[in-house]
């Protein structure tokens, strides 16, 4: 088992910013890509931002330009740095982590962090 631990949420005034962190610890293998989504009260959990193991990005449309992903393999940590935040940030932001063990590939997710932005 792998455990995610996310952390760096919060409330921010809109034009603000935040910095959300994962921490990847347990049965970790070689991890493939890690993200963050997000779920916005009554909505469906949506990717944000992904990163590869070869260091490719992608990004939602929504944040392209604000956000930035990142990571720290050495660490098992993958950061979200969040720019010129807006209320329609406001969500619970989750980390997702896929590996590959022997025989199969696994996916992780962490338990979420709030990020609410106040208009």
């Known amino acids: 088992q792998v455990q995610l631990v996310e952390s760096g949420g919060g409330l921010v005034q809109a034009g603000g910013s935040l910095t959300l962190s994962c921490v990847a610890s347990?049965?970790?293998?070689?991890?493939?890509?890690m993200a963050w989504y997000r779920q916005a009260p009554g909505k469906q959990r949506v990717l944000v931002a992904l990163?590869?193991?070869?260091?490719?990005?992608h990004y939602a449309d929504s944040v392209k330009g604000r956000f930035s992903i990142s990571r720290d393999n050495a660490k098992n940590t993958v950061y979200l740095q969040m720019n010129s935040l807006k209320p329609e940030d406001t969500a619970v932001y989750y980390c997702?982590?896929?590996?590959?063990?022997?025989?199969?590939?696994?996916?992780?997710w962490g338990q979420g962090t709030q990020v609410t932005v106040s208009s």
């Open positions: 997702n982590l896929e590996q590959s063990t022997v025989s199969e590939r696994q996916e992780y």
């Open positions: 990163e590869t193991v070869g260091g490719t990005t």
């Open positions: 347990g049965y970790i293998f070689k991890v493939n890509d």
